[in-house]
């Protein structure tokens, strides 16, 4: 039975991946909302839709449906970060599901007052966790499973470039988007946590607006890990012919998960709408882990040398 979205955050990077895997799963985008109007791309997708820049109007829009009986069956959440709870809460009471993109929210707590109000709704929220749905991913997790008294060492460089106005937008604004572990890492660490199971320990080397870098435990993996929004970081190897890189090593072996991207957000929605989606226990502990790294106290202890710099990751 075809399903019907409305979407807040249509002008972001994010968005596209959204219109696409609403109409990869053969279902209709009714309502869209973002201050910016440079949304052209949703003429790839729904033509149709309705579009609104002024939040006040969309939730006028949604409420004359609802009340006529026509509710919207999903509101996906692609806006900033610091503003996901409060969509998810829009969505369900307006009587829909919410399928909310990476991260959650920045803060554990917050996910407490979603739990309330799906409890008073009967309202679902999931979490866009799409790395768990990478058949790499699935293999690998598969793998250590069937040795579970084994402690893997791996190491995660994830660098994606990024010019100048990273900074100027609230992506370079840790209160809005959580800082580089959060606006870019998530996904990795919810990646981590769900191959290597419980988080044990959690130390943070670098952390600035450009670059983060530290040391994971996991129940069966030590992680060393490097992130980076700075093209001088990219690899030698790289620079110069792509503006991202990835990688990750497990015991030195390195792990291929850089194809399928791009499609594993229509698989998140399937995965939804098949009644399997992640909810929000699924998304706790990664909330939990860059939490702890954005608030960590980095000042070194007097006679303490820092432990890392960015040449030695």
């Known amino acids: 039975m075809t399903k019907t979205f409305a979407l807040i955050g249509a002008a972001g990077y994010i968005a596209p991946r959204h219109m696409k895997a609403i109409k990869d799963t053969g279902n209709h985008l ?83 007052g979603l739990r309330e109000i799906e409890e008073q709704t009967g309202r679902k ?18 793998k250590v499973a069937e040795n579970p008294d084994k402690i893997y060492d791996v190491d995660l460089s994830y660098i994606t470039s990024r010019g100048k106005w990273y900074h100027v937008s609230w992506k370079g604004a840790d209160d809005k988007s959580g800082g580089i572990a959060t606006n870019i890492g ?60 990835r990688s990750i090593t497990v015991d030195g072996d390195e792990i291929e998960f850089s194809g399928g991207f791009t499609d594993l957000h229509t698989a998140s929605y399937q995965h939804i709408l098949d ?13 939990e882990l860059v939490s702890t790294i954005r608030t960590l106290d980095l000042t070194p202890r007097l006679g303490e040398r820092h432990p890392l710099t960015t040449s030695q990751l």
């Open 186 to 245: 998530v996904h990795f660490y919810d990646m981590l946590g769900f191959i290597f199971g419980p988080l044990k320990e959690n130390k943070v080397h670098i952390r600035s607006g450009e670059r983060g870098a530290g040391y994971l435990e996991f129940k069966q993996a030590r992680v060393r890990w490097f992130l980076s929004v700075d093209q001088s970081d990219l690899p030698e190897h790289v620079k110069g012919k792509q503006p991202t890189y």
């Open 30 to 112: 009714i309502a869209a909302l973002d201050p910016n109007d440079s949304v052209g791309i949703i003429d790839s997708y729904f033509p149709q839709t309705r579009f609104f820049t002024e939040f006040e109007r969309f939730d006028r829009h949604i409420d004359k449906l609802r009340r006529r009986g026509d509710l919207i069956d999903y509101v996906s959440v692609c806006s900033p970060n610091y503003l996901h709870d409060a969509h998810c809460r829009f969505a369900l009471r307006s009587d829909a599901h919410a399928i909310c993109e990476k991260p959650l929210v920045l803060n554990p707590w917050n996910i407490e």
């Open 125 to 142: 929220i999931y979490s866009i966790l799409q790395l768990r749905l990478h058949p790499a991913i699935i293999d690998l997790k598969k």
């Open 275 to 287: 009644g399997e989606g992640f909810a929000l226990d699924d998304a706790q502990t990664s909330i």
